[in-house]
């Protein structure tokens, strides 16, 4: 334990020195890594539950099965979810690196990012919500 | 002789021999991700939006896509790329946060593995893949329509 105590301000502190931390630009990379991550490892067992196709019509279908129950019907919006944001995000990352003006429209271009995501989302969702209704209702 | 630069003389790089493969790594995540943007877009689409969705999904209709030439490049690609993206992207994040060197060798180790064997994998069974393969008969609805009767 330090003997030195912080001096305390009785306003939350905010953080110091950067444009960085805690903001927009902070938070899109969190998002960003966790995203690359989750769909990292949802790719290794994606492929292996392709790869029985070579194994039979009926042991594909069967594990193919178990993806359009309810649970895993909530998990693929969740997925989907992360996939668009990590692919428009990606975009984000790429035109700061190389767009002469992207430094400056980070902030904005994060919000864009966001606005496309509900676009796409709710392009995905109809489908999705009602193939989950059909299967709760056993059909 | 001076071995102090004049003041506010440009930064220099110092070159380095050799390959900047960290260079090279950085310019592949970017050149990728464009690449997969469209790639994993349209596979999403056909796959979970149009048609059925997801409940459209079985074998025949993996049959019917890998009938096709053109899906099987499209997912050959979309393959090799997300692998080596997603590898290369987990062995950035072993090294920021790895605090043993050995566990840092062990964790990028088994990305690799693991990304080389699905790689391996995968491209065998997109090109080795049989849409109509020869089945007991109680597996023959699940073929698709345009395979020849057995
Ligand atoms: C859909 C299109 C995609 C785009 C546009 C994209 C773009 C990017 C970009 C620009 C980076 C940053 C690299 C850097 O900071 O040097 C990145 C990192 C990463 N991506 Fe992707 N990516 C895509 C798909 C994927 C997929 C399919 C996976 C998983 C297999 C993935 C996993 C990762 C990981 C793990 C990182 C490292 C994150 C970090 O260092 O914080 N990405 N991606």
Request: glycine letters at 10%.
């Amino acid at each position: 334990m330090s003997a030195v105590t912080a001096p305390r301000s009785e306003k939350k502190p905010r953080p110091g020195g950067t444009l960085y931390r805690g903001y927009t630009g902070m938070w899109s990379w969190v998002l960003h890594r966790i995203t690359g991550v989750a769909i990292f490892f949802f790719l290794l067992v994606h492929i292996l539950d392709t790869a029985l196709v070579r194994v039979s019509p009926e042991a594909y279908n069967a594990v193919i099965g178990t993806y359009k129950t309810p649970l895993m019907g909530l998990g693929e919006i969740g997925l989907v979810g992360a996939i668009l944001f990590h692919a428009l995000n990606g975009l984000r990352i790429i035109l700061v690196d190389f767009w002469s003006k992207g430094v400056k429209y980070q902030r904005t271009m994060f919000w864009v990012v966001i606005g496309l995501w509900v676009v796409l989302m709710a392009g995905f969702l109809p489908r999705q919500i009602a193939n989950i209704i059909l299967e709760v209702n056993g059909q | 002789m001076s071995t102090v630069d004049a003041p506010r003389s440009p930064y220099a790089r110092t070159q380095r021999s050799g390959t900047n493969w960290e260079k090279w790594g950085w310019m592949y995540m970017r050149a990728s991700g464009v690449v997969l943007v469209v790639l994993i877009f349209g596979h999403l689409f056909v796959n979970m939006v149009a048609g059925e969705g997801v409940r459209g999904i079985d074998f025949a209709f993996v049959a019917g896509k890998w009938a096709s030439p053109f899906w099987q490049v499209w997912d050959l690609l979309m393959l090799w790329l997300a692998l080596i993206h997603g590898a290369n992207g987990m062995r950035t994040i072993i090294n920021d946060y790895s605090s043993s060197v050995t566990l840092g060798k062990v964790l990028r180790g088994a990305v690799f593995l693991s990304a080389a064997a699905l790689i391996i994998l995968g491209t065998l069974v997109i090109f080795t893949f049989d849409p109509c393969p020869s089945v007991s008969p109680e597996q023959l609805g699940l073929l698709p329509s345009f395979c020849p009767p057995q």
